[in-house]
């Protein structure tokens, strides 16, 4: 079955601190899309990442930084040096084919990160 | 600020009111859509339109009526809704007509309560 697992439901860091957010996939495809959204309290889902499955090169973005590993599924994402600004609900999501071999996105549940100053 | 603007922020109705939400991008998007978003979840995809056409209704009740009247504009109509339809109502856009090709631009949703 396709599947999008965030483990952590919740994480409260102090400013400063780095935080991993963890995300395993799901997925008998075998070419694949996956995504990172943050949410942050006004409501907006804004994209960060789109990573093809071809593709396990690890990426940077200022203080955000992302490690995809097929051998385990799993499409982490790192903020460096977290800020106040960076709390918000994050969430992965994995494309796949359904029933009708049309492409979909698969969320996961999302983790609530508070950076607290 | 997004680019996706979304109105009502806010709406309040009865389950006999007729009202709508309204969604609107300057993008020069060729898709847009709907998602329903409860509390701690995942947005759910409801409507796509491409080339405002309705391309995905993702068997979505009746009481839910989608509508792209141009290029820029997307509504949704709400008609004798229920309590459990109280929920973020985000709208979205991107230049590809599946939500899992690439990147989703959103609004900031308008919170609905049904009554």
């Known amino acids: 079955a396709q599947k999008v697992t965030q483990a952590q439901t919740e994480i409260s860091v102090v400013e400063k601190e780095d935080v991993t957010l963890d995300c395993v996939y799901e997925?008998?495809?075998?070419?694949?899309?996956l995504f990172w959204y943050k949410q942050p309290p006004s409501g907006e889902l804004v994209f960060l990442i789109r990573r093809n499955s071809f593709d396990e090169q690890n990426e940077i973005s200022g203080r955000y930084s992302w490690n995809f590993q097929k051998s385990t599924s799993s499409f982490n994402f790192t903020i460096t040096a977290s800020q106040v600004v960076d709390s918000a609900v994050y969430f992965c999501?994995?494309?796949?084919?359904?029933?009708?071999?049309?492409?979909?996105?698969?969320w996961g549940l999302g983790t609530s990160l508070g950076v607290n100053p | 600020d997004t680019e996706v603007t979304q109105t009502p922020k806010h709406l309040v109705m009865g389950m006999t009111n007729k009202k709508s939400l309204k969604c609107e991008q300057h993008?020069?998007?060729?898709?847009m859509y709907w998602y329903k978003q409860k509390a701690k979840k995942p947005p759910e995809l409801m409507f796509v339109?491409?080339?405002?056409?309705?391309?995905i209704n993702e068997s979505v009740p009746s009481r839910f009526s989608p509508e792209c009247p141009n290029s820029s504009l997307l509504n949704l109509h709400l008609h004798a809704l229920q309590p459990e339809d109280s929920a973020l109502y985000l709208c979205?856009?991107?230049?590809?007509?599946?939500?899992?090709?690439?990147?989703?631009?959103f609004g900031e949703g308008s919170r609905l309560t049904v009554l």
């Open positions: 997925t008998r495809d075998t070419t694949y899309y």
């Open positions: 339109y491409s080339y405002e056409k309705l391309s």
């Open positions: 979205a856009s991107s230049p590809y007509e599946r939500e899992s090709t690439g990147e989703l631009f």
């Open positions: 999501a994995l494309s796949h084919y359904n029933a009708g071999n049309n492409r979909k996105l698969i």
């Open positions: 993008m020069g998007h060729r898709a």
